[in-house]
């Protein structure tokens, strides 16, 4: 019994260019030690810009950080250089997606970076039961959360916001129940 | 990387294919015992310092497992519905195999779980049988598997654990918040919590230190070597003898016969895609219950045109999935369960199958956190729960170090529909059939999940969470498998089974299969410690005979 099991068989739908993406996934570990490239790799910077508001949205910067100062989307640049390479194609036909219905929705708007935050939350909620928005959502929490070496997570802040820790070591007790559990000599 | 070398030439006494759960105790047996022996890994020989806290490499790349990029699998419920491309099965593919990455829970089997078919007689639609051994024919090797790979627990704390001759090697691990609140809520109902048996080291043993609780156990590669994975230690022991070469990266497609129907030895792809065949005067096939069948079905030649060892029709037959479901709680005061190993506490009272339930099954049920900070967010969370957004954001600052975890273990009856097979149409990036995995839930699977799931969250109620929610017990939610059993089961009958009780193969004289797959039946999922009881044990008989 697994606790990711249905991210890793959403992973699994397209599996075209099987030797490409196993090159890509040698390489992916040595491309992803420095820290975040003053460019990007794969991403142009006006779909990088649209791509940076929806995970804006997905965690906001209200009350303290959020997926934008997190780096959310430098992460999701070298995902799709590297190990995730084979879901450009999901980016590249996803985003004119959203376009379209943001057209749809507000036709007189330039852009999803231009909406107010009121009509950005209306557009996501009109999106988010599609197979692209759960991509945006898993790209958006590894990268907000997973480790910052991947160009996302800066500073740790999204560590911060959860209360986890990255060390080598702990030591007992962990939590207030094991605390409480010694303390009365059990 | 210190053993000896071989030439594929070179006529080696045992060829092992798999160097995991079962093919590093049987290499470190043979090879102690004098035989030379070469063990031919698919995936690379990574160690202590190649691992890190990456939860991007590990959870999300699984890095410690198959990749289907590279080796595609296919799905399907059940033989007219179509297979599509999904990571049904998943197992470790480097040098210590699942054993590197898992949880590290370790129970023995009981002694009802080997002749289940006569306590609860027949189920309609399945194949439930006894096994040729008993307990007692294991129990020693239970024993030496505790010993030599170092496992923390109590003897005797579990009411309802089958006799022990000896206590564990090492006192348990200390218990963690939800492992207070599992052990006080589950006294309070009745019932037996006991400290979790863990491939763990609690303290220092044999030359490795003890855990340092940093939380990274379940798919991740253990950096201070206090998991007691195959690769830290046994496999060192069997390179030290001189006798023994693990050959990583090393990916074997075809076992060879000679005339006389006899294991001749292995053709295999090495790393650079050059195939090599390395002699052999007997094969040890260690290759996990899903690529173990895959592997015999592709040696099929003249003399076994069904496949290698599969005169019985049943390679790839009976195979049994890792099957159980969540439970979840929120608590007031905050547990850190990211810290520490997952496991502190477990439940045998709901383990034995009754017939007066009306349905065959079993659990064992376990206080556990398995999340990292990632794939709890996008899994751990309840499912009324925003997926996104600023109320999103604020639950998760208290959800993660809030919430634990009663997670189910429950039994998989063995169905003959059930199955791991050859893909017609795909192939892997080296041109060998795909792993084509048939499997649905028999209805008692599901009416086990469905009366064990009420009690998961009782014990959370008892335990004072203040939200309770679950997981789905569909198939869908069960995928991956990661316990893979069944598909080359044991038994006395060659007609009935493929391998006989000292995992030899009826067929094939010279040809052992030792790992998941000669399992009768599931029992209560966590397999580990049964494989390797098997693999000591087979280990055993095959350099008696050896040895004449």
Known sequence: MQSTRRLWLSQCIGIAALAEVAAAQQHAHDAVQSSPPPAFQTLDPATAAEIDAITSQIIPSTDGPGAHEAGVIYFIDRALSAFDADLREAYRTGMPEVQKKRKAMFPDSASIAALTSEYQVQLIHAIEHTDFFELLRTHTLYGFLGNPNYGGNRDHIGWKLIGFEDRMAFQYPFGYYDAQANGDGK | MSGATFKPSDTVDFLVIGAGSAGGVMAKELSTAGFRVVVLEQGPYLTDKDYRHDEIRYTYQAGLTNDTKVQPITYRKNESAPAKLAKAIMYGRQVGGGSVHF??????????????????????????????????????YYTKA????????????????????????????????????????????????????????????????????????????????????????????AEKTGKCEIRPNSYVHKIETDAQGRATGALYFDANRREVFQKAKAVVVCSNGAETARLLLLSKSKRFPDGLANSS????????????????????????????????????????????????????????????????????????????????????????????????????????????????????????????????????????????????????????????????????????????????????????????????????????????SSF??????????????????AADYAIRNAKG
């Not at chain 2, 078919?117 to 309609?124: D, I």
């Not at chain 2, 192939?427 to 998961?456: E, I, N, Y």
């Not at chain 2, 009768?520 to 044990?537: G, K, N, S």
């Open chain 2, 146 to 237: 505790e010993y030599d790979l170092g496992i923390s627990g109590l003897g005797g704390a579990n009411p309802f654990e089958a006799p022990r001759s000896k206590p564990y090697p090492l006192p348990p691990m200390p218990v963690k918040s939800s492992g207070v609140l599992f052990d006080r809520a589950t006294k309070r109902l009745g019932l037996h919590p006991y400290p979790a048996p863990m491939a763990i080291l609690s303290q220092p043993y044999q030359g490795r230190a003890a855990c340092v609780n940093c939380g990274f156990c379940e798919y991740f590669g253990c950096e201070v070597r206090a998991k007691s994975s195959t690769l830290v230690s046994v496999i060192p022991i």
């Open chain 2, 103 to 140: 949880t590290a829970n370790y129970w023995r089997f009981h002694e009802s779980d080997f002749e289940e078919r006569t306590q609860f007689g027949e189920v309609a639609g399945a194949g439930l049988a006894d096994w040729p051994i008993k307990y007692a024919d294991l129990e020693p």
């Open chain 2, 313 to 516: 029709g049943l390679v790839g037959k009976y195979l049994m999935w890792d099957t159980g479901a969540a439970a979840m709680g929120l608590f007031e005061h905050p547990l850190n369960e990211y810290k520490g190993i997952q496991v502190t506490r477990v439940i045998h009272d709901y383990y034995k199958a009754d017939p007066k339930r009306g349905f065959y099954g079993g659990a064992g049920i376990d206080a556990r956190f398995n999340y990292y900070p990632a794939n709890f967010a996008l899994q751990g969370m309840p499912p009324d729960a925003p997926k996104w957004g600023a109320e999103y954001k604020k639950m998760l600052s208290t959800y993660f170090t809030h919430t634990m975890t009663v997670l189910s273990h429950t039994s998989s009856l063995p169905q003959l529909s059930n199955s791991i097979s050859l893909d017609p149409d795909v192939k892997d990036s080296w041109g060998l059939p795909a792993m084509r995995v048939t499997f649905d839930f028999h209805p008692d699977d599901v009416a086990t999940l469905k009366w064990t799931l009420p009690k998961q969250k009782e014990i959370l109620e008892a335990a004072g969470a203040t939200k309770i929610w679950a997981s789905g017990i569909a198939v869908e939610d069960n995928i991956p498998s990661t316990h893979l059993m069944g598909t080359c089961r044991m038994g006395n009958d060659p007609k009935q089974s493929v391998v006989d009780r000292y995992n030899r193969s009826h067929d094939v004289p010279n040809l052992l299969i030792v790992d998941g």
């Open chain 2, 520 to 537: 009768v039946t599931a029992a209560r999922q966590q397999p580990t410690a049964t494989i390797q009881a098997l693999a000591y044990r």
